[in-house]
T-cell receptor, first 114, second 112 residues
Framework: GAVVSQHPSWVICKSGTSVKIECRSLDFQATTMFWYRQFPKQSLMLMATSNEGSKATYEQGVEKDKFLINHASLTLSTLTVTSAHPEDSSFYIC??????????FGQGTRLTVV | AQSVTQPDIHITVSEGASLELRCNYSYGATPYLFWYVQSPGQGLQLLLKYFSGDTLVQGIKGFEAEFKRSQSSFNLRKPSVHWSDAAEYFCAVGANAGKSTFGDGTTLTVKP
């Protein structure tokens, strides 16, 4: 299957700083990417849908000014957690959909805010 | 609104035994159904998916799932479990791949 790469795999940052997470589709073009958040031992919650060249669509309850999403190319979407706080600590996972009907998930990014 | 219920939070089976993980969904139209597996600290890997056609779907790693519209279920099965199958399993439903609603997951423990 196709490969989706997330970077970094884990990051520790200080409270109040911003963190950028990258999601790349390595061998296919992804017009749509999705960002999920997963708390320990819980399920994945969709945060936003990212379409190349347009603004992201956020799910209800997700602060778009805090979680900035940019999808500048067909192979790259970024999630920036602005002014991070300890409650933002979580596992963030992206997925990218190909031209057909399958989505491929990245390996996830573990964010710890101290 | 769409939803997914995985009734079993945790299942323990012996290596070599058969496995069935339950998944019930609520969806207003014909659903796209997925099963994913997640190892600790890792992303998700697609095991199998159902869009239409044959209701018995074969996936990777020897897994299969059966779509039963009358029961709104999409249970995952494997005839003989291996120790490497220990992981978290998620059932998901959606209008398309990617934008899906996930169940809470079932943790599978495999006893030697």
């Amino acid at each position: 299957g196709a490969v989706v790469s997330q970077h970094p795999s884990w990051v520790i940052c200080k409270s109040g700083t911003s963190v950028k997470i990258e999601c790349r589709s390595l061998d296919f073009q992804a017009t749509t990417m999705f960002w999920y958040r997963q708390f320990p031992k819980q399920s994945l919650m969709l945060m936003a849908t990212s379409n190349e060249g347009s603004k992201a669509t956020y799910e209800q309850g997700v602060e778009k000014d805090k979680f900035l999403i940019n999808h500048a190319s067909l192979t790259l979407s970024t999630l920036t957690v602005t002014s991070a706080h300890p409650e933002d600590s979580s596992f963030y996972i992206c997925s990218a959909r190909d031209q057909k009907t399958e989505a491929f998930f990245g390996q996830g990014t573990r964010l710890t805010v101290v | 609104a769409q939803s997914v219920t995985q009734p079993d939070i945790h299942i323990t089976v012996s290596e070599g035994a058969s496995l069935e993980l339950r998944c019930n969904y609520s969806y207003g139209a014909t659903p796209y159904l997925f099963w994913y597996v997640q190892s600790p600290g890792q992303g998700l890997q697609l095991l199998l998916k159902y869009f239409s056609g044959d209701t018995l779907v074969q996936g990777i790693k020897g897994f299969e799932a059966e779509f039963k519209r009358s029961q709104s279920s999409f249970n995952l099965r494997k005839p003989s479990v291996h120790w490497s199958d220990a992981a978290e399993y998620f059932c998901a439903v959606g209008a398309n791949a990617g934008k899906s609603t996930f169940g809470d997951g079932t943790t599978l423990t495999v006893k030697p």
